[in-house]
Structure formats: structure tokens, C-alpha cells
């Protein structure tokens, strides 16, 4: 089977692939593109590792093929720093040591990042739902949550 | 390896076509949280992969005279964000928003839910109850059918092979008009129905009920619609009497399986209590406006 030519915008950049049709967007991205930040935990929508956005929304890119990319923009754990400067929800998780093995962190700095674009100050309940499609078995998500709810201020520009 | 064809046709005719000239199984792609997974896991093996959302109308959502129209593979988190679907329905609205976590939200459709043809479809109750109906694109043009005569049982749907479900009609609410619509999970979030039931209710100034419909989920092969819930509440206040008659037509209606979330018996009980908080809400919100 010929492969799809697909042409659209990750991380602010126009990339080109090719891919099968049965390909997901997390296939392409990690495989193809060496894009690895995106992580596969389950690859059936349940885990969120592989959280990304597309065209601004949150999604999981185990549940997009490949060809559905088309003319999307796409942003990834790889496109939530700038340069060497790292993004306030990033920041944070450091400051409250909001992992420990680190596989489920891109995807919920990729969906923290989507709930504070969506609610600049979100209440816990808020933040909880938010990322109730985010598992983490390493921390009981408190010191997550912590993080979160401290990352607006720094990027209101309230604390370093 | 296995590799379907995908197309992401932008008419209608062109996917009719595609559906109807395919060699071997096609499917329509919405949100793809269902199909995608059922590939996946090699369930599912379609050889032709039908993509609906470049078709003009499949996103989004029209307040016209005849009703709102959804298109069949507007996302539960767009669904959520229209604030005048959302006063205006709630019961659909919260509904559909309850299927998955945020990420599927941002893919899952109304039409995914429904042609899944799951018995525990959470956004399908909610559109029988409020008489939503589905707008089907087919070789013949369109054809409209009320969303219950869409699933015929567990996994398959009454659509012919080359038709897709376009968009969908919720009708205006009017007047003392309301739904509601609530589900049975062991947890809080992220989980199938065990039971699911949708309700709308119209009252009159006395708060008597004059027009009622009562959808239950995940207690028999498809959605029921049933009539002797409705029945129930037609013509009476919302008192003692009239929720007892409510929940034992509700528990009547019931043909479930037992399963891991639920035994017969449980899910059975669990449908009269379910319709009752769910007839509750429904008057409330009938009531106030």
C-alpha cells in the first residue's frame, strides 16, 4: 500500500512525512520524526502519556492516524520549552519534584500546559478532572497537582 | 502488515462513493477513540478507512429553525464549549462530556458513540430522551431517523454499507421544557456505564408534566426508549407515587447481561433509581424555566 504524504505544522515548525494509514500520530512521531518525548503507556487513550495538541486542543495521538495530521498544527512535549528556557508548568515540576520515573511527565506537562491556557487559575476540582486522562503510579499525583497550582503564578510573572 | 486504505474525501458524494466502492469492509472515521483501538487490537480490520472530517458540516454546531445541528464528529470538548447548547440541553450536553478524559474529549464524537453501537454508550440515552434525530448521507441523498432506530444490536447499526451519519437534529426546547441525563459508574470518572439514563420532561404552570421520554443504557442490546417510564409521569407532579410507578416501568424494561461492572440484578435495581434522580433533575430544570 502506498503511503500518505502528509504536510502540516509540529512545534510551530512545517514538517513532512510519510506513513501507513494504520500508523498513529504517536508511531510518527516517534519513530519517524525521533520525536520520543511523546510516550506510549497503553496506546488505547487511557493513559495519556502521549498527550499532544492538535490545532490548540488537547488529545492523545495514540487515537489520530497518521494521514488525519493533514494541515494540522501539532504541539509536543518537545515545543513546550523555549530553547534552553523552560516553560513555567516545566519549571515547577522540577521545584516540587512532581515525578519520579518520568514517564507520564511530558504528557501531563502537555496537558497542564492545554488546562492553563484553558483556565489561567483553575480550582483543584478543575485541575483534577482536567487530568483525570493523565495516570501517574509514581507520585499519588499530589505533588503534580502542587506543581500545577503553582505554575500560574510564575507565568503571570509573580515568582522566578 | 495490515494497512487500509484512507481517504479524507470534503463531499458527501465523494464518501458515499468511497463507502460504496470499497473492496472489502470499510468504516467511517470520526474522533476514531473507538475505531483506532479496535484496529489496534486487530478487532476490527477494516480495508478501507472513510474520514469524514473534511466534509463541510461533519464539525460544528448551527442553531437553525428546525433545531441545533450537531455535526457527526463535533468533539465532546467543542460540544461542551457552546454555551447555548448547553443551556438549552443539558442533559445531552453533560452527556457526551462525560465519555473519557479531557483527550478524548478533544476526538469523541456523537456520531462515534452511537455507531459504536455499545449498549453503554453514555452520549445516546441523552439523545433519544431529548428526540434528537440522525441525518443519514446515502447513495439516495439524505434520509433523517430518530438516533434509537440508528444501533439494531451490540456492534452494528441499521445504516446500509454506504451510508454515514452526517449530522444530527436536537430539536429546539421550548417553554417548560428540560433533560437530564445520568449514568452508574464505580468510580468517579473515566469509566463505561453500568446503567445510563436520559430523561426529558415538558410541564405545565402547575408543575405537572404533560410530555415525557425515558431512555435507559446498558441494560439491554441497544438504548431502550421506554414507553411505560413516560407513562409513569405523563399527567402527574413529580410525588411519591409517581416516582415508584416510575422506577418499577424502568426496572421492567430492563434486559441486561451480567457482566464484570454488574449483575442482572444490580443493574436492574440500579435503572429505577436512576430514573428517579434523573426524572428529578429533569422537573427541576423543567420547572425553573
Same mark, same amino acid.
Given at each position: 500500500m502506498a503511503k500518505t504524504h502528509v504536510t502540516c505544522t509540529i512545534n510551530g515548525e512545517e514538517t513532512e512525512f510519510l506513513c501507513d494509514s494504520n500508523q498513529t500520530v504517536l508511531d510518527v512521531l516517534r519513530? +519517524? /520524526?525521533?520525536?520520543?518525548? #511523546?510516550?506510549? $503507556?497503553? @496506546? #488505547?487513550? +487511557?493513559? @495519556?502519556?502521549c498527550s499532544i495538541t492538535v490545532d490548540g486542543r488537547l488529545t492523545? #495521538?495514540? /487515537?489520530? /492516524?497518521?494521514?488525519?495530521?493533514?494541515g494540522k498544527s501539532i504541539g509536543t512535549i518537545? $515545543?513546550?520549552?523555549t530553547g534552553d528556557h523552560l516553560h513555567p508548568v516545566q519549571s515547577q515540576f522540577l521545584k516540587h519534584a512532581a /515525578?519520579?520515573? $518520568?514517564?507520564?511527565t511530558p504528557g501531563l506537562i502537555v496537558a497542564t500546559k492545554a488546562l492553563l491556557e484553558k483556565h489561567p487559575n483553575p480550582t483543584d476540582e478543575e485541575a483534577r478532572y482536567w487530568l483525570a486522562g493523565n495516570l501517574c503510579?509514581?507520585? $499519588?499525583?499530589d505533588k503534580i497537582l502542587a506543581a500545577v497550582h503553582a505554575a500560574p503564578a510564575e507565568m503571570r510573572g509573580e515568582s522566578a | 502488515m495490515y494497512s487500509p486504505t484512507y481517504a479524507a474525501p470534503t463531499t458527501v458524494d465523494e464518501a458515499v462513493g468511497l463507502l460504496a466502492n470499497a473492496s472489502g469492509s470499510a468504516r467511517v472515521l470520526s474522533g476514531g477513540t473507538d475505531l483506532i483501538i479496535q484496529m489496534r487490537s486487530g478487532r476490527l480490520r477494516p480495508q478501507t478507512i472513510v474520514d469524514?472530517?473534511?466534509? *463541510?458540516?461533519?464539525?460544528g454546531i448551527r442553531e437553525e429553525a428546525d433545531g441545533w445541528h450537531v455535526g457527526a464528529a463535533t468533539p465532546g470538548a467543542e460540544i461542551g464549549e457552546n454555551a447555548g447548547l448547553c443551556a438549552a440541553w443539558p442533559g445531552v450536553t453533560e452527556a457526551v462530556q462525560l465519555i473519557g478524559s479531557t483527550q478524548v474529549q478533544g476526538r469523541a464524537s456523537f456520531a462515534g458513540n452511537l455507531c459504536n453501537?455499545?449498549? *453503554?454508550?453514555?452520549?445516546v440515552p441523552g439523545l433519544v430522551a431529548a428526540g434528537a434525530k440522525a441525518v443519514i448521507a446515502g447513495k439516495n441523498g439524505k434520509r433523517t431517523i430518530p438516533v %434509537?432506530?440508528?444501533?439494531?444490536s451490540p456492534g452494528r447499526t441499521?445504516?446500509? *454499507?454506504?451510508e454515514f451519519i452526517y449530522e444530527f437534529i436536537i430539536p429546539k426546547s421550548s417553554g417548560k421544557t428540560a433533560d437530564a441525563y445520568l449514568r452508574f459508574i464505580p468510580?468517579? %470518572?473515566m469509566d463505561i456505564a453500568v446503567v445510563g439514563c436520559g430523561v426529558c420532561v415538558t410541564l405545565d404552570n402547575n408543575g405537572v408534566c404533560t410530555a415525557a421520554k425515558v431512555s435507559l443504557g446498558a441494560v439491554a442490546p441497544t438504548v431502550l426508549v421506554v414507553d411505560a417510564a413516560a407513562k409513569a409521569l405523563i399527567?402527574?407532579?413529580?410525588d411519591d407515587a409517581t416516582l415508584a410507578k416510575l422506577d418499577a416501568a424502568a426496572q421492567a424494561a430492563c434486559n441486561p447481561i451480567s457482566d464484570k461492572r454488574g449483575t442482572i440484578e444490580f443493574r436492574t435495581k440500579v435503572a429505577g433509581v436512576l430514573a428517579r434522580r434523573t426524572a428529578a433533575i429533569a422537573f427541576s430544570r423543567a420547572a425553573a424555566r
Open positions: 519513530d +519517524d /520524526l525521533g520525536l520520543t518525548g #511523546s510516550k506510549e $503507556g497503553c @496506546g #488505547s487513550g +487511557d493513559c @495519556g502519556a492523545c #495521538s495514540c /487515537l489520530m /492516524l497518521g494521514p488525519e495530521a493533514e518537545e $515545543g513546550v520549552a /515525578l519520579q520515573c $518520568g514517564f507520564c503510579r509514581c507520585t $499519588g499525583y | 469524514i472530517k473534511n466534509i *463541510a458540516g461533519t464539525i453501537a455499545s449498549p *453503554a454508550g453514555d452520549s %434509537e432506530q440508528v444501533p439494531v441499521s445504516l446500509a *454499507a454506504d468510580r468517579t %470518572e399527567g402527574n407532579k413529580l
